[in-house]
C-alpha cells in the first residue's frame, strides 16, 4: 500500500507530503516540514500510512461532506493527506481483507485526539451504507460521546475539553460494511478530580451542565441550587464558569444524547442523583471536637446525600467519621480525625462517581450493543471491527504523580506495540518479498515495559507489595524498596542513585524514568494511597444496599464478603492494558499523531519547541526509522513499471515481457547502483528516496516531451479514429444498401419465381375454363398476343398470310380481328384510290367477272393496266373522225382482222364509239357495226388474241362475223362490254367456235397450244390458232 506518487507529485509544492520521502531523517527536516506546512494551513502529513496532525486551533473548511467525498474510495496517496483517506482507508481495507483494525490516536492533552476520533466516527457514519436499524446505532454511538464527554471531560489547563480517560471504542461492520454495533472500553479515568482541582481547572463538565442546565424543578428535587460558586467540589480551581464553554447548552445535548441512547426516566433520574450526591457530599464540612475527632458540621448536606443514594443517613454519618474495627469477636468504631473523614468523604465521592462512570459506559455498550443477531437474515458472526483508541499521549509535568506514572506506561506498552506490528509487518513483507532482512537500528522499549510491569520484579509489582504489607508502608519505604531492587537499571535513577550531575535535578522523593521518549521524573507522595484506592468496607456496605439502582449496581458487583484486598489500581490497569494490547495485536494498526501547535490555544502559532518536544515524546523520529527500516519505498513491479516505463526505451512504449524484468532494464537504464535497490519477488525496494526522486525529476521532464509526442499522437489518431469512424459509416451504409438490393432482388426473384410457378400451373390450365388459376395467365396471354398482333400486321391488303397464330382462348376473336383488319385495310385502300385508278380498276372487277379462271393469259393480264385509248385521235384519219364526230370516240385499238375467206390478216383500226364499232382502214371506214347489232363475242379460253364478234345478220349480202385479233384483248374487250353494256355477251369457249361468215354460211375458228403462236387456215377450211401456253402461277 506503499504508493506514493501524490507524495511524490506535491513534495515541491508544499514541503513533502510523507515523511519518508525525506532525504535526511532528522528531526530538524521533519519539524521544519512540519513547519512549512503548518503555515499553508496543511495539518496532516504521513510518515507512510500514520498521520501526524498538527492542531490548528482554528475551523478548517477541510471536513465538510463534499471533502467526504472526495476521499471516499480512493487510493490512500492519491490525495493529499488527511484524516479520512486513513478512515476510508481502513474501512475498505476491512471490507476487503476481512480483517480486524485499530486507529490509535495519540498526543498531549489538547493536541486534537478526541477531534480527530469524532472526525473519524463522523466520516464513517456519513459514508458506510446505512439502514434505519444502522441509523440508530450510528446515532447512538455519535451521541455516546457528549454523555461521556460530559462525565469523563474536564476543562485543564492544557484543553478545555480534556478527555480526563483513555478510550477504546470499537465499530462493528457486518460484512457489507453496515455499522451494526459498538462498545466502549474505558481506561483510569481520573477520579481525583472529583474531589480536587488544580488551579484554573474545572471538575467534570457534568456537574456545572447540572447546576447551571438542570431545570428548577429538577433542582430543587436534587437539593441544588443553581450556583456553581456554592459547591466546593466545583470551585477549587476558581474557574467555575469559563466564557469557552457553554454549560447551559451542553447540558441540553447531553439530555437529548440521554434519550437517543434511550436512557429512561429511572436510569436519568438516578444517574442526576448520583452526580447531585456528589456535589452535596463535596459540601459535608467537619468540625474537631474536643479530642480533634471530626464531628459533622450539620446535617443538612449529609441528609441530602443519604436521600439521593437512598442510603440510610446515621450509617452514613457513621461511616464518614467512624472506622469499624473487626476484632475477634465484636467491632470497635474508632473515631476518624478530621483529615481522615475528608479522606474518607474524598474516597466515596470518587468511588461513587468513578463507579457511576463505569456503569454509564456499560449502559451505553448496552445501547449501542450489535442487535443484528435478532435479524435472520443477518449473521452477526460475520462482522469486523475498527477499534478508535483516544488514549493520552505522554505526560511530563512539572510535578508528576501516579497518574502519569500510569499514562507515561500506557504510552510505553503502546509504543511497544507499534514496534511489534510494524516490525513484524515488515518482516513479514521483506519475507514474503524473498528479501534479505536487515536489522533496523531503532530503540525498543521492551526494557523500559519490563522495568515497570514484570512480575515480582517491576515497579507495580513493589508498589503494590509495599501496598499490601503489613506495617507502616509509607511513599518513602515504597522508594527505597525500589532503589534496592532497580539499583542498576540503566533507565531507573533516584536521588541516591544518580551521579553527582543528575542527583541536582532530583529531589529526595522522586525517581525518573527514561521513557523511550525522554525522561520523567516522578514523585512518590500520594502513590500509595492513589493505587490502594480505598473504601472503608462499612461504607461499601452501606452504598451495597443503595436505593438508587445505578449506586446499588455499582458496588454490589465489588464483592465485599471477599477478605483478600481487592485489586490495586496499578494492577487493574496494568491487566487492562495487557488485554487491550492483546486484542490491538490481533488487528492491523493504523496511527494517528497529534500535536499541539502552541501552548496557549492559538491559531497560526507554531512554538518549535513545543513541537520538537511532542516529536520526541511521541517517538515520531522512532516511527519513521523503523518506517524506513532498510528500504525507504517499495513497489510493485507492475506500478513501478507503470509509472516509469516511459524513461528506458525498452520499456516505451509497452513492456511486453514479465515486469520484474522490465523493472531490472528500466533501473539498469537508469543508472541505478547495486546497493541503492532491491529486487523482491513482486516489488522494487529503494533505499534512499533521493534515488526515487532522481527517477521522478527524469519522469517530469520525460513528461513533458512525452506530453507534446503524445498530443501529436493523438491528435493522428484522432483524425485517424474519425476517418476509420467515417469509413465503417461507409461500410456500414453499403452492407445496409446492399442487403436492401438483395432483399429487394430476392422479393424480386420470389415474385418471378412465385409468378412463373404460377403460370406454369396457368399454363397447364390453360385449357381449362376461366379459373382463379389461369385467369391472369389467360389474360396476359391475351394482352401479349394483342400487342405482338399488334406489332405483326399485315400491311397489305394483299397479305394474306401475316397473321399471327392465335392461342387457343382467342381463336375466334382473332378471326373477327383479322377480318376486321381486312375490311379496314380494304377500306383505307379504296378509299386511297384515285378516280382513274378507280375507274380502271372497277373496269378490272368487270374483266375479272368476265374471264378470271376462264382464259389462260388473263392472271397475266391483271396487272396490265388499262389506257383510255391505244390509238390518239391524231393517229386517226380526219375523214374518218369527221364521220364519227358526232358519235363520240370512246375507245380505238389496233387490231388485226381476219378476212372471212382465206383468213388473211388485216392491219385496222378499231374504233369504239358510243353506239358502235368502226374498223377502220386509213381514211376508210370498212365496217361499222352497231352495238345493237351485237349478237355475242367469243374467245378462246387460251391465252390468244383471237376475238369472235358474232353481229347479227339478216340480210345475207351483209358481212358475217367478224374475226380479229387484238393484243389488248381483255382491255379492249371490257371497253367494249361496258361502252355496249354487253357484259354478258362475251363467251369464253373451248376448242373452237363457230362463226358465220355470210348469212347461213357457217365456219369455225379452232384453237390448240403449240410451241409457237400462229394462226393460219387449216386444211378443213377452218381458222387455226395455235397459242403457247401461258405458265401458270
Ligand atoms: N482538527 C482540528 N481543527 C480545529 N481545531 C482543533 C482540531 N483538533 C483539535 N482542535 C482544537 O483543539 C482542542 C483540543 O482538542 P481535543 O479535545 O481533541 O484534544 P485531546 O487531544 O483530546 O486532548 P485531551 O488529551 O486533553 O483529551 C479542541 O477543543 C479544538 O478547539
Ligand atoms: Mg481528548
Known amino acids: 500500500r506503499l504508493d506514493m506518487e ?81 478512515a476510508d482507508n481502513a474501512y475498505h481495507t476491512m471490507l476487503t481483507e476481512f ?170 433520574n438516578h444517574l442526576f442523583r448520583v452526580v447531585a450526591s456528589v456535589l452535596h457530599l ?4 467537619f468540625d474537631p471536637d474536643s479530642k480533634g475527632h471530626a464531628l459533622l458540621k450539620n446535617n443538612t448536606e449529609l441528609n441530602w446525600v443519604s436521600d439521593l443514594l437512598g442510603v440510610d443517613a446515621n450509617s452514613l454519618k457513621e461511616g464518614l467519621t467512624f472506622r469499624k474495627i473487626e476484632a475477634k469477636t465484636e467491632q470497635v468504631l474508632s473515631p476518624f480525625t478530621i483529615d481522615h473523614a475528608i479522606y474518607v468523604r474524598d474516597a466515596l465521592a470518587k468511588a461513587i462517581y468513578g463507579q457511576t462512570f463505569t456503569w454509564l459506559v456499560n449502559r451505553i455498550n448496552e445501547s449501542m450493543e450489535n442487535k443484528c443477531q435478532f435479524w435472520s437474515y443477518k449473521d452477526s458472526s460475520r462482522k469486523t471491527v475498527i477499534g478508535l483508541l483516544d488514549i493520552y499521549g505522554f505526560e511530563v509535568f512539572y510535578v508528576n504523580s501516579f497518574e502519569q506514572f500510569c499514562i507515561n506506561y500506557c504510552n510505553e506498552k503502546l509504543q511497544q506495540l507499534f514496534i511489534q506490528l510494524t516490525l513484524k509487518a ?78 541536582k535535578t532530583l529531589e529526595r522523593g522522586d525517581f525518573r524514568l527514561l ?50 484486598r481487592p485489586e ?51 517517538g515520531l523520529m522512532e516511527h519513521l526509522r523503523v518506517r524506513r527500516a532498510g528500504f525507504a519505498y517499495r513497489r510493485k513491479y507492475e506500478d513501478f513499471l507503470k509509472r516509469y516505463k516511459p524513461l528506458c526505451p525498452a520499456t516505451w512504449p509497452h513492456w511486453r515481457g514479465i515486469p520484474a524484468d522490465g523493472v531490472e532494464l528500466l533501473v539498469q537504464h537508469l543508472g541505478y547502483l547495486p546497493d ?49 469512424k467515417q469509413k465503417e459509416a461507409a461500410t456500414k451504409i453499403e452492407t445496409c444498401w446492399r442487403g436492401a438490393q438483395a432483399r429487394k432482388e430476392k422479393e424480386n426473384l420470389n415474385c418471378i419465381l412465385f409468378t412463373c410457378f404460377r403460370f406454369i400451373k396457368a399454363y397447364i390450365n390453360r385449357g381449362e375454363a376461366k379459373s382463379t388459376d389461369n385467369s391472369e395467365y389467360l389474360a396476359f396471354v391475351r394482352q401479349s398476343y394483342l400487342n405482338r398482333l399488334k406489332n405483326n400486321l399485315p400491311k397489305t391488303v394483299l397479305d394474306k398470310t401475316t397473321w399471327l397464330t392465335p392461342p387457343a382462348v382467342l381463336t375466334e376473336a382473332s378471326e373477327i380481328l383479322r377480318k376486321l383488319h381486312y375490311r379496314l385495310m380494304v377500306r383505307k385502300y379504296v378509299r386511297g384510290i384515285p378516280p382513274q385508278k378507280k375507274a380502271q380498276l372497277q373496269m378490272k372487277v368487270v374483266t375479272s367477272a368476265i374471264f378470271k379462271g376462264k382464259k389462260e393469259s388473263y392472271p397475266p393480264s391483271i396487272a396490265q393496266p388499262f389506257l383510255d385509248t391505244r390509238i390518239s385521235e391524231q393517229e386517226i384519219n380526219i375523214r374518218v373522225l369527221s364521220m364519227i364526230r ?74 358475217g362475223d367478224l374475226i380479229i385479233q387484238c393484243d389488248h384483248l381483255y382491255e379492249f374487250l371490257t371497253k367494249l362490254s361496258i361502252i355496249a353494256n354487253k357484259q354478258d355477251a362475251i363467251k369464253v369457249v373451248q376448242g373452237s367456235i363457230k362463226l358465220e361468215i355470210q348469212s347461213g354460211k357457217e365456219s369455225a375458228v379452232d384453237f390448240t397450244t403449240g410451241q409457237e403462236a400462229m394462226v393460219y387456215k387449216a386444211k378443213n377450211g377452218h381458222l387455226m390458232v395455235v397459242a403457247t401456253r401461258t405458265k401458270t402461277r
Open 6 to 86: 501524490g507524495a511524490l507529485t506535491a513534495r515541491d509544492r508544499v514541503g513533502i507530503q510523507d515523511f519518508v520521502l525525506l532525504d535526511e531523517t532528522t528531526e530538524v527536516a521533519v519539524i521544519s516540514n512540519l513547519k512549512k506546512r503548518f503555515s499553508k494551513d496543511l495539518i496532516y502529513t504521513y510518515i507512510g500510512t500514520l498521520i501526524v496532525s498538527v492542531n490548528p486551533y482554528k475551523d478548517l473548511d477541510i471536513y465538510s461532506k463534499k471533502q467526504m467525498d472526495v476521499y471516499m474510495g480512493v487510493n490512500f496517496f492519491e490525495l493529499p493527506p488527511h484524516i479520512y483517506a486513513l
Open 99 to 268: 480483517n480486524n483494525h485499530f486507529i490509535l490516536i495519540s498526543g498531549e492533552s489538547g493536541a486534537g485526539k478526541t477531534e480527530a476520533s469524532k472526525k473519524i466516527l463522523q466520516y464513517y457514519a456519513v459514508s458506510c451504507p446505512s439502514t434505519t436499524l444502522m441509523n440508530t446505532v450510528r446515532d447512538k454511538m455519535l451521541m455516546s460521546n457528549p454523555v461521556l464527554e460530559a462525565f469523563g471531560n474536564a476543562k485543564t489547563l492544557k484543553n478545555d475539553n480534556s478527555s480526563r480517560f483513555g478510550k477504546y471504542m470499537d465499530i462493528q461492520f457486518d460484512s457489507q460494511g453496515d455499522a451494526v454495533g459498538g462498545h466502549i472500553l474505558n481506561y483510569l479515568l481520573e477520579k481525583s478530580r472529583v474531589v480536587h482541582q488544580n488551579h484554573g481547572e474545572r471538575n467534570f463538565h457534568v456537574f456545572y451542565q447540572l447546576v447551571e442546565g438542570g431545570s428548577d424543578d429538577l433542582l430543587t428535587q436534587l437539593g441544588l441550587e443553581r450556583d456553581v460558586q456554592h459547591y466546593y467540589y466545583l470551585t477549587q480551581g476558581e474557574c467555575a464558569i469559563v466564557s469557552s464553554i457553554n454549560d447551559k447548552n451542553d447540558w441540553k445535548s447531553v439530555k437529548n444524547a440521554l434519550q437517543v441512547i434511550e436512557f429512561d426516566e429511572t436510569n436519568t
Open 282 to 285: 463535596g459540601n459535608v464540612h
Open 426 to 503: 515488515e518482516q513479514e513483507e521483506y519475507e514474503a518479498e524473498g528479501i534479505e532482512w536487515e536489522p533496523v537500528q531503532f530503540f525498543n522499549n521492551k526494557i523500559i515495559c519490563d522495568l515497570v510491569e514484570e512480575k515480582h520484579r517491576g515497579i507495580i509489582s513493589i508498589l503494590d507489595e509495599e501496598c499490601l504489607r503489613p506495617g507502616d508502608a509509607t511513599d518513602l519505604t515504597f522508594l527505597e524498596r525500589l532503589e534496592e531492587k532497580m539499583g542498576n537499571h540503566p533507565h531507573f535513577v533516584t536521588h541516591k542513585l544518580a551521579d553527582k550531575m543528575t542527583r
Open 515 to 564: 521513557h523511550y521518549a525522554g525522561e520523567v521524573t516522578y514523585c512518590v507522595v500520594g502513590k500509595l494511597d492513589k493505587n490502594n484506592d480505598l473504601l472503608y468496607r462499612n461504607i461499601t456496605n452501606l452504598v451495597c444496599q443503595s436505593k438508587n439502582t445505578i449506586v446499588r449496581e455499582c458496588f454490589s458487583a465489588v464483592d465485599t464478603t471477599n477478605k483478600r
Open 568 to 618: 490495586t489500581v496499578a494492577t487493574q490497569f496494568k491487566n487492562s492494558l495487557q488485554k487491550l494490547t492483546e486484542m490491538l495485536m490481533a488487528k492491523e494498526a493504523w496511527y494517528i499523531r497529534c500535536l499541539k501547535s502552541n501552548e496557549s490555544k492559538q491559531p497560526g502559532q507554531f512554538d518549535e519547541a513545543l513541537i520538537r518536544h511532542q516529536v520526541k515524546y511521541l
Open 676 to 724: 541503492e535497490y532491491k529486487m523482491g519477488r513482486t516489488k522494487i525496494f529503494i533505499r534512499h528516496p533521493r534515488t526515487l526522486y532522481a527517477t521522478e525529476d527524469a519522469y517530469e521532464k520525460c513528461k513533458h516531451d512525452l506530453a507534446s509526442k503524445l498530443q501529436a499522437k493523438y491528435k493522428g489518431y484522432k483524425v485517424k479514429g474519425e476517418f476509420k
Open 886 to 959: 358526232n358519235e363520240q370516240i370512246k375507245y380505238s385499238v389496233p387490231v388485226i382482222k381476219y378476212d372471212r375467206n382465206g383468213f388473211k390478216p388485216r392491219p385496222r383500226q378499231l374504233i369504239l364509239t358510243k353506239t358502235a364499232a368502226h374498223l377502220v382502214e386509213e381514211a376508210k371506214i370498212k365496217r361499222r357495226v352497231s352495238y345493237s347489232s351485237l349478237k355475242g363475242i367469243s374467245v378462246s379460253n387460251l391465252s390468244d388474241g383471237i376475238i369472235v364478234i358474232h353481229i347479227t345478220c339478216e340480210d345475207p349480202k351483209q358481212k
